[in-house]
């Protein structure tokens, strides 16, 4: 069974740092681009930035909100996805996705399909 | 960046009845035009892919249409099990985006 589990969510004073980690199964791990969503309270689904595989050049690519604070990261050999969060902000408060795409039509159509059940971060003080 | 306008925010609809969601983009993406939908407290399930590509497992009642900048998700026969918030997403550039999303209820 393919499967997404995050971890590392909680509570956080702003301008504080957290890592989440999201850990993959089921699914060659190292060939899948694997993204993060996040859904704010009363809010709608955001991307929050995307890694390529490495065969694909192991690239990043984030949305503006959190460009210069999150950094996207990947350890094949542990088949894990990190979420570095610096300077976090009230803002950030969210659940947040860890989501991929099962295959290469998948991958190709940026369409993910396989998610996580999501970890939550409170940002406050 | 790509907008993505989706509209209504909200729609209700008796059960049977199609169901129409429109999502129009700021530019031309082609058909890298992908939707969802999600309920409280799961994750987001993957609808239609490339703007009219049904996900394998996904009912026949949901098809997509569209390209260039407007685009459409149909429910031809509603289900109290549709019951959810439905976002479509661009692909075409990065920052991917989603739009805002559609609440649909049961009448």
């Known amino acids: 069974e393919v499967q997404l589990v995050e971890s590392g969510g909680g509570l956080v004073k702003p301008e504080g740092s957290l890592r989440l980690s999201c850990a993959g199964s089921?699914?060659?791990?190292?060939?899948?681009?694997m993204s993060w969503v996040r859904q704010a309270p009363g809010k709608g689904l955001a991307w929050v930035g995307r890694i390529k595989s490495k065969t694909d050049g192991g690239t990043t690519d984030y949305a503006a909100p959190v460009k210069g604070r999150f950094t996207i990261s990947r350890d094949d050999s542990k088949n894990t996805l990190f979420l570095q969060m610096h300077s976090l902000k009230t803002e950030d408060t969210a659940v947040y996705y860890c989501?991929?795409?099962?295959?290469?039509?998948?991958?190709?159509?940026?369409?993910?399909?396989?998610w996580g059940q999501g970890t939550t971060v409170t940002v406050s003080s | 960046d790509v907008q993505v306008t989706q509209s209504p925010s909200t729609l209700s609809a008796s059960v049977g009845d199609i169901v129409t969601i429109t999502c129009r983009t700021s530019q031309s993406i082609i058909t890298y035009l992908n939707w969802y939908h999600h309920k409280p407290g799961k994750a987001p399930e993957l609808l239609i892919y490339?703007?009219?590509s049904l996900q394998s497992g996904v009912p026949s009642r949901f098809s997509g249409s569209g390209s260039g900048t407007d685009f459409t998700l149909t429910i031809s026969s509603l289900q109290p099990e549709d019951v959810a918030t439905y976002y479509c997403q661009q692909s075409y550039s990065t920052p991917w985006t989603f739009g805002q999303g559609t609440k649909v209820e049961i009448k």
């Open positions: 490339g703007a009219s």
């Open positions: 089921g699914f060659i791990f190292r060939n899948a681009w």
């Open positions: 989501a991929t795409h099962d295959s290469g039509v998948l991958t190709l159509w940026g369409a993910m399909d396989v």
